[in-house]
T-cell receptor, first 111, second 110 residues
């Protein structure tokens, strides 16, 4: 089965600093990878996806993710974090008919 | 264009009671999904429906049933609620990778 892991439960950064949320994957074959964000008391929102092609994927709200095959990673990044980026972030991988989600990383951006 | 809607937003049940969670989408997606979200466990797929008239089990189907009433509606039923089913339930529509989620139903079983 395909799976992803998010090694950090929480990430804290100051507003204006770079933000990185880590994700590693374990798959057989080519991975289809995704990032979602969940704001408080809301459903998940799709941010971006990697299917094939460029290793740097750009998504919504200024986020991007870097696919690294040798390190089996798909880290989410934002060059300059905003307080409004404070949320719960999920990495996911396509596993046949479904998505397998990581446990999530809570991001807190302090003013 | 409301996207994906869910009712109710909150529900408290006693052990053994039954209820149905409703979900509707106006985005014309063929596929719809039901997930549960528990702290530290991400989202786990309960059931999904690849098209109108079909349903299939996900990772954690025990204790649940679903109905794909038409292309718009996909309901989740708990026949005899148990405390282990206390969770936040999300419905989603879309393709496997790019899904659109409803606002969730917070269910407590006492």
């Amino acid at each position: 089965a395909q799976s992803v892991a998010q090694p950090e439960d929480q990430v804290n950064v100051a507003e204006g600093n770079p933000l990185t949320v880590k994700c590693t994957y374990s798959v057989s074959g080519n991975p289809y990878l995704f990032w979602y964000v969940q704001y408080p008391n809301r459903g998940l929102q799709f941010l971006l996806k990697y299917i094939t092609g460029d290793n740097l994927v750009k998504g919504s709200y200024g986020f991007e993710a870097e696919f690294n095959k040798s390190q089996t990673s798909f880290h989410l990044k934002k060059p300059s974090a905003l307080v409004s980026d404070s949320a719960l972030y999920f990495c996911a991988v396509r596993d046949d008919y479904k998505l397998s989600f990581g446990a999530g990383t809570t991001v807190t951006v302090r003013a | 264009n409301a996207g994906v809607t869910q009712t109710p937003k909150f529900q408290v049940l006693k052990t053994g009671q039954s209820m149905t969670l409703q979900c509707a989408q106006d985005m014309n997606h063929n596929s719809m999904y039901w997930y549960r979200q528990d702290p530290g466990m991400g989202l786990r797929l309960i059931y999904y429906s690849a098209s109108e008239g079909t349903t299939d089990k996900g990772e954690v189907p025990n204790g649940y049933n679903v109905s794909r009433l038409n292309k718009r509606e996909f309901s989740l039923r708990l026949e005899s609620a148990a405390p282990s089913q206390t969770s936040v339930y999300f419905c989603a529509g879309g393709v496997v990778g790019e899904q659109y989620f409803g606002p969730g139903t917070r269910l407590t079983v006492t």
